[in-house]
């Protein structure tokens, strides 16, 4: 607004992160040798390694590896840590080939089986909004 105020609205997230996300990677976008993306769903977790040098990695790679305690996807590690999607999967290989995390690639042809996504959906709609209607019965 012309008087400093920000515009009326959501408040944001938080500050947009300092360093630039290629600088995070050393320029690298492929994160695997084979230059294929981790697909998003592919679960994370820190092993007993990674959690022993904690305090001796990059901040990146630490927050990845302290976030890693619990099995998480690439995808929720992204969104929890807010750093870009990609930056995440490179980071998340280069910390699998030290062995600071076990990678479990999900079966592609479970991914791909349509079935898996109609109880998907059939679970989201069962779950009640705020006021505790199911979304099926609006």
Known sequence: MADGTPPPGPDPVGPAPAVRPFLVTAGRVAPTAAGRPVPVETQVVA????LAVLDELSFEQHDIVAACRQPQSIAELAARLRLHLNVAR??????RAAGYLVVHVPDSG?????????RVIEALR???????????SD
Do not use: C, F, K, W
């Open 110 to 118: 479970v991914i791909h089986d349509a079935s898996v996504l109609r």
């Open 90 to 95: 490179v980071l998340a290989e280069d910390l």
């Open 47 to 50: 092993t007993a390694e990674g």
């Open 126 to 136: 069962a779950i009640p909004d705020s006021r505790g209607v199911l979304r099926d």
